[in-house]
């Protein structure tokens, strides 16, 4: 299974971007669906979530620049990105994850590089 996600690029500090992640849809519905981080030589991060229900989380180091937000009819998930800073820059991975039959399953996007530079 293959999630496809997109709207990555190179923006100015202070500008934004939106991140779009489309999945299947008999795994969108019943999944948490997240989107994560990581810059080379580091750990990937958790930058924010979105449960089936519409419950979000941000983590700390982007709340109130990044809002999550997912569009059930469109099977998509979205990361609105604003007043972006250099250390943004990462590749950004959209992730599904949800339990079936008593077990977890998680699943991956490709990744898009988001670049902030002046």
């Known amino acids: 299974v293959q999630l496809q996600a997109s709207g990555g690029g190179l923006v100015q500090p202070g500008g934004s971007l939106r991140l779009s992640c489309a999945a299947p849809?008999?795994?969108?519905?019943?999944?948490?669906m997240s989107w994560y981080r990581q810059d080379p030589g580091k750990q990937r991060e958790l930058v924010a979530h979105?449960?089936?229900?519409?419950?979000?989380y941000a983590a700390d180091s982007v709340k109130g620049r990044f809002t999550i937000s997912r569009d059930n009819a469109k099977n998509t998930v979205y990361l609105q990105m604003n007043s972006l800073k250099p250390e943004d820059t990462a590749v950004y991975y959209c992730?599904?994850?949800?339990?079936?039959?008593?077990?977890?399953?998680?699943?991956w996007g490709q990744g898009t590089q988001v670049t902030v530079s002046s």
């Open positions: 992730n599904a994850a949800r339990i079936r039959s008593g077990a977890p399953l998680s699943y």
């Open positions: 849809g008999s795994i969108f519905s019943s999944s948490v």
């Open positions: 979105i449960t089936s229900g519409g419950t979000t």
